[in-house]
T-cell receptor, first 111, second 116 residues
């Protein structure tokens, strides 16, 4: 079945460091891919998405490129801020309207 | 646009009581709503899919008599945790799929349920 694998956290970075959170997926067909962010005690907010191969989603300095050849959708940001501290979830929708979520990666950014 | 609300945001109840959680799409019609459960420091687990006017579809292992879902209108779905026990304590999150957007879900802020 479909699945999403994220790198285990927590990830601890200093402010202004470069961030990469790896996400790979297994799916039949051509899924849509998403990154969501969850701040403490809150629900999920869509960070970015990509619906087809080679699409690049971007928002608030975060980027992720849909790589079909490597079945990956890694999240990157060039310079993280303390306010980016949160849990990041990679997810896919293979067309069944049900999301498959990764386990989440906790990011902690230190001032 | 595309705002989903949940009520209440937090609820504490005694063991054996029932708790109802509401999920509303505020500015759009949602053909489908989803209910998730999230344990501390874990991912979201899909519990059920709710379509307006029809019975909910539950994921394997989720007790339909325990978690009653009603989707009475295109903007409201409710989850009732019946005869709640401490092991039902969790963070419950709903999401809604926009009628004309086939692959994007919008998430509510979640409800923290604590059963004493």
């Amino acid at each position: 079945g479909d699945s999403v694998t994220q790198m285990e956290g927590p990830v601890t970075l200093s402010e202004e460091a470069f961030l990469t959170i790896n996400c790979t997926y297994t799916a039949t067909g051509y899924p849509s891919l998403f990154w969501y962010v969850q701040y403490p005690g809150e629900g999920l907010q869509l960070l970015l998405k990509a619906t087809k191969a080679d699409d690049k989603g971007s928002n608030k300095g975060f980027e992720a490129t849909y790589r079909k050849e490597t079945t990956s959708f890694h999240l990157e940001k060039g310079s993280v801020q303390v306010s980016d501290s949160a849990v990041y979830f990679c997810a896919l929708d293979s067309g069944t309207y049900k999301y498959i979520f990764g386990t989440g990666t906790r990011l902690k950014v230190l001032a | 646009g595309a705002v989903v609300s949940q009520h209440p945001s937090r609820v504490i109840c005694k063991s054996g009581t029932s708790v109802k959680i509401e999920c509303r799409s505020l500015d759009f019609q949602a053909t489908t709503m989803f209910w998730y459960r999230q344990f501390p420091k874990q991912s979201l687990m899909l519990m059920a899919t709710s379509n307006e006017g029809s019975k909910a579809t539950y994921e394997q292992g989720v007790e339909k008599d325990k978690f009653l879902i009603n989707h009475a209108s295109l903007t409201l779905s409710t989850l009732t945790v019946t005869s709640a026990h401490p092991e039902d304590s969790s963070f419950y999150i709903c999401s809604a799929r926009v009628r004309l957007s086939y692959n994007e879900q919008f998430f509510g802020p979640g409800t923290r349920l604590t059963v004493l």
